[in-house]
């Protein structure tokens, strides 16, 4: 109580002036404040996927065995803008002669983690899963394939065009890189 009686006794007198500058900057401050705040939440978690959804994104090249690559892949809302559905064209055998649905894919935000996360059902009965970081307009996908943690990132060149690497990126750096290609989307 003594101490709280010390602080009183030294406390400040505003004038007039400066007591209209602190009301008038806080009005500015909460106004820009509130702004802020609803412009950084106003958008979903999902949002990252906007500009892939409702185009068929296709990409061909070679993989680092010099086997091919060749994908067609269709992004979609469902659940009420709640998972990205993402359906995958690819080769469906070893020989790399048939050529249909290969990949079932689900994005979906996790709250508890603070991360969009993703499963990659495969027509081989396989199951890839893992978390999705957004670097500006790029995104990359992070999972642990065997022993190995692989990236598969997808970097903006525009609204239709994505370059997309796959390899082993730790702590910024790309240590080892298995493909090297480009996505380009029609409107579907």
Avoid at 20 to 29: G, P, T, V, Y
Avoid at 102 to 111: L, P
Avoid at 116 to 121: A, P
């Amino acid at each position: 109580m003594k101490n709280m009686l010390r602080l009183t006794k030294f406390k400040r007198k505003l004038n007039p002036l400066q007591t209209s500058f602190i009301r008038k900057n806080s009005l500015l401050f909460l106004v820009l404040f509130g702004l802020e705040f609803t412009f950084c939440y106003s958008q979903k978690p999902l949002d990252i996927f906007e500009n892939f959804i409702g185009k068929t994104w296709s990409a061909e090249g070679k993989w680092g065995d010099g086997s091919l690559f060749k994908q067609v892949s269709t992004f979609s809302y469902s659940l009420d803008s709640t998972l990205v559905i993402v359906e995958s064209k690819g080769f469906t055998d070893q020989e790399q002669t048939k050529f249909g649905n290969r990949n079932h894919g689900i994005r979906k935000w996790n709250s508890e983690i603070g991360f969009v996360e993703f499963w990659e059902f495969d027509v081989f009965g396989g199951l890839t899963k893992g978390k999705i970081f957004v670097e500006d307009k790029n995104l990359r996908y992070e999972y642990v394939y065997g022993d190995t943690l692989v990236s598969d990132y997808w970097e903006y060149v525009n609204d239709n065009t994505y370059n997309f690497k796959v390899g082993n990126y730790i702590q910024g750096v790309w240590e080892q890189v298995y493909l090297e290609t480009q996505f380009n989307s029609e409107q579907k």
